[in-house]
């Protein structure tokens, strides 16, 4: 699914702020595009539509005490008026989208051919409506306010199975929305649940906080909306609308909410020269206890701690005992050696790297595995060849965790017992099989591979993926390369117990 036309989307919610007028309605459009270009926003207005000879039933049209329906009849704008709004919302160059309530809505939408349709909370389980606006394959937002996860989960389940492009809104359906009922938390709920698709916020409370949208935006939402209107001196908005000047201020909130929140390098943490420099500044430099002749072993007996940090010299938390002295250091000089990466090392930090991906994939181990580290060219190799596999069963079936590092390849090799099917969790996956091409695999797919068949995998950003198969057993595996297949497999093998 295509989620890109949602990122970063702010939406203007005009619903029956045009009051009925066309010239009123693209006076709001215009105010919108100014605030659009100024901030170089990816903006849409979102219009209402409904067929209200058929929306409301006939014996209520006349009725002043039933709620909403004396607005939307004194508010009132036909198919043609809509069409001229939709072309001032695309001259002024934002994306045009509707909120339909009826069928007749949906046939207009397609009609204009609207950028978005969007579902409010009101209609998100009308499953008459979701079918035709699904079939429209039109992307969808659709709004959560006032339904349970229960709710949310079939809304879910049916837009996913019908692989419609869609995402939703955390929504608080109340106008004005308080301050204590927002729930902002629930971003993150629907984030880790709904994992494929973007949540946003659709916000009702007091159009001068701007805190909420900085907090959406942290939470990670990746659309907001807000109800915009433009008052006259005989228009007067209502508690839950922002006029241009608030709307502007609430734009500007969020940019700088996602400039402060924006990672600025690719799937890792960026760490600036001057956040180096800045720490460097108050680190501990490792010093000379007493007079050490070159060629001795150090411990933590000849050495102390203190800052600075001097140039070349070896930091506190790199000294490790067994070090070797390459010079003759006085007393208090400081030590210059530099930490050697070692067979041990290496697999420390792949344990860790691969403890810190188990964690972000949620996915709890418990107590009784073992850990097996391949290594087909050497531990000094490992993060370019090899993968981490995590032994949870070996019985008539076998279950395994196979972790891949970052850049990591695990090189082609068969089995002749062996049939096995593995499943992403985590990550990206590409499976070469002689054959077959190869595969790149998301979380979620799957793939088996037959006694016999060679296959190789690797991962750009990592990956982690389950194996259920028949029985393991030693000696099962061979591989093209007869380097591997002629090295001793103390060699090319690590086993850990725990980690």
């Known amino acids: ?25 693209k ?24 067929d209200l000879d058929t929306f409301i039933h006939k014996d209520f049209k006349d009725r002043t005490d039933v709620k909403h329906i004396p ?24 994306l045009a989208m509707s909120t339909p309530f009826d069928e007749t809505g949906v046939d207009w939408c397609m009609d204009q051919g609207l950028d978005i349709i969007k579902v409010a909370s009101c209609s998100s389980l009308d499953w008459p409506l979701l079918a035709k606006i699904e079939k429209t394959r039109k992307p969808i937002i659709i709004s959560t306010g006032g339904k349970t996860l229960a709710d949310i989960d079939k809304i879910y389940n049916y837009f996913s199975h019908r692989k419609a492009n869609f995402a939703f809104l955390h929504c608080v359906a109340e106008y004005p929305a308080p301050a204590d009922s927002l729930q902002l938390d629930f971003i993150t709920r629907m984030q880790k649940r709904y ?5 946003g916020y659709s916000g009702h409370e007091d159009p001068n906080d701007n805190t909420v949208a900085m907090l959406a935006i942290a939470k990670g939402a990746k659309i907001l ?21 608030q709307a502007e201020k609430w734009v500007e909130a969020a940019v700088t909410a996602r400039t402060m929140c924006v990672m600025k ?35 933590e007996n000849d050495v102390y701690y203190a800052m600075p940090l001097q140039e070349k010299q070896l930091f506190s938390g790199d000294f490790k005992e067994g070090m070797v002295a390459s010079v003759d250091y006085k007393a208090d000089d400081k030590i210059v050696e530099q930490p050697k990466l070692t067979g041990v090392g290496i697999v420390r930090n792949a344990v860790h790297d691969a403890k810190g991906m188990l964690y972000e994939a949620g996915i709890a181990l418990g107590t009784e595995f073992e850990v097996e580290l391949s290594h087909h060219y050497g531990v000094k190799h490992f993060r370019q060849t090899g993968a981490i596999i995590i032994n949870i069963i070996n019985r008539e079936y076998c279950k395994k965790y196979i972790i891949v590092l970052p850049g990591q390849f695990h090189p082609s090799h068969a089995h002749r017992v062996k ?9 990206d996956l590409d499976v070469q099989i002689d054959g077959q091409g190869e595969k790149h695999l998301h979380p979620g797919d799957m793939q088996t ?19 259920v198969s028949t029985q393991h057993m030693k000696s099962d595996s061979y591989y093209k390369d007869p380097q591997i297949n002629s090295a001793d497999p103390m060699e090319r093998k690590t086993y850990l117990k725990k980690w």
């Open 1 to 25: 699914m295509n989620n890109s036309i949602f990122d970063n989307l702010f939406i203007f919610e005009m619903a029956n702020s045009h009051q009925g007028s066309v010239e009123h309605g």
């Open 419 to 427: 049939e096995e099917t593995f499943q992403v969790l985590y990550g």
């Open 265 to 299: 390098k690719e799937n890792t943490k960026y760490i600036s020269q001057d956040e180096l420099d800045s720490l460097h500044s108050l680190m501990r430099g490792t010093y000379a206890k007493r007079d050490i002749k070159a060629g001795e072993v150090l411990t």
């Open 195 to 199: 994992r494929d698709i973007p949540i």
């Open 225 to 245: 909306e807000r109800h915009v209107g433009l008052p006259t001196e005989t228009i007067k908005l209502n508690a839950y609308s922002m006029n241009p000047e």
């Open 71 to 94: 607005r939307f009849m004194g508010t009132k704008l036909n198919y043609e008026q809509f069409s001229e709004l939709v072309s001032c919302i695309r001259e002024e160059g934002m």
């Open 449 to 467: 591979v037959l006694r016999g068949e060679y296959h190789s995998f690797s991962s750009k950003t990592g990956a982690i993926f389950e194996e």
């Open 27 to 50: 006076d709001i459009i215009r105010a919108m595009g100014r605030i659009a270009r100024k901030n170089n926003i990816k903006a849409a207005v979102k219009l209402q539509y409904r």
